[in-house]
């Protein structure tokens, strides 16, 4: 009945029923038939016809506001079904290097455009990140680039290439980073993980076994022990290797290796909060370029 009730409102304005078929789109006949259902729903009259005018009936101009009330409702509650959710959850996990310097800066931009999107970061490995992903749990993984090759499900979104730099203890002096790794203890970043993979790979490729004293995935951890004297590493550059007091920072020279750090989602998921995620997360690593 909404739409003759709408014609109602229409007709009752336009005192015609060719007025009202124009303004709607209708013939006049279909104007005429929508009224006489109102009528005979209704039980009486809503219009006295006059030749080609119309008048509203004392019944009919009783009921006009009403109509008009119950036509308001109706869009109201048609519009409703096209609002957003309340709360958005978009779930994230973030490898503990990229959490500060990338994930952090990114989710505040993401927030000023997405004021009501909730998003629930999940701290873990790469692969473990990954499988969890794999499973249904995240929406997104921040993490290492795989060194395999990804499920054809699986979609990469790269964000950031990492260079790798040799940090050492600030009082240690010398620029040759060979020179230093064979005189130094060596933290190594665990080469169980993705960037640890590639750093393996690195020195099994230059035919270096530096004495090792540590093992461990955590760069934060890795830095404030070479702060703390207890050796040399060599790490992926993040921020934090910037601001760490007490360290030093060597370029590999001409042996350049990288990580790649982005985001890794399931093929027809991505959400637009996912996507704007994205997009903060590229400008935030414009933040986090090694020195020159």
Sequence with gaps: MIPELRTFVVAARTESFAATAKAIGVTQSAISAQIRRLEEEFGYDLFERTGRSVTLTAAGSRILCQVEDILSAFEALRGASRLKPETELLRVGAISTAQTSLLAPAIA???????????????????????????????????????????????????????????????VEGADWRQILEGQPFIRYDSRSFGGRTLDRFLRTQGLS???????????????????????????????????????????????????????????????????????????????????
């Design 109 to 171: 931009g993401l927030h000023l455009e997405l004021p009501d999107l909730k998003v629930r970061i999940v701290p873990g490995t790469s692969m473990s990140l990954l499988d969890r992903l794999d499973a249904g749990e995240l929406d997104a993984a921040l993490i290492v680039r795989p060194p395999f090759g990804l499920m054809p499900y699986m979609q990469w979104h790269p964000v950031v290439q990492q260079d790798y730099v040799m940090v050492v203890p600030a009082h």
């Design 210 to 292: 530096p004495h090792e004293v540590i093992e461990t995935e955590d760069l934060h951890t890795i830095l404030q022990m070479v702060a703390n004297n207890m050796g040399c590493s060599i790490v992926p550059y993040i921020f934090a290797v910037s601001v760490v007091p007490n360290i030093r920072i060597l370029s590999l020279g001409d042996q350049k290796i990288v990580r790649d750090v982005g985001v890794m989602t399931l093929r027809g998921r991505m959400t637009e909060g996912c996507k704007a995620l994205i997009r903060y997360l590229e400008e935030a690593s414009r933040s986090n370029m090694p020195p020159q």
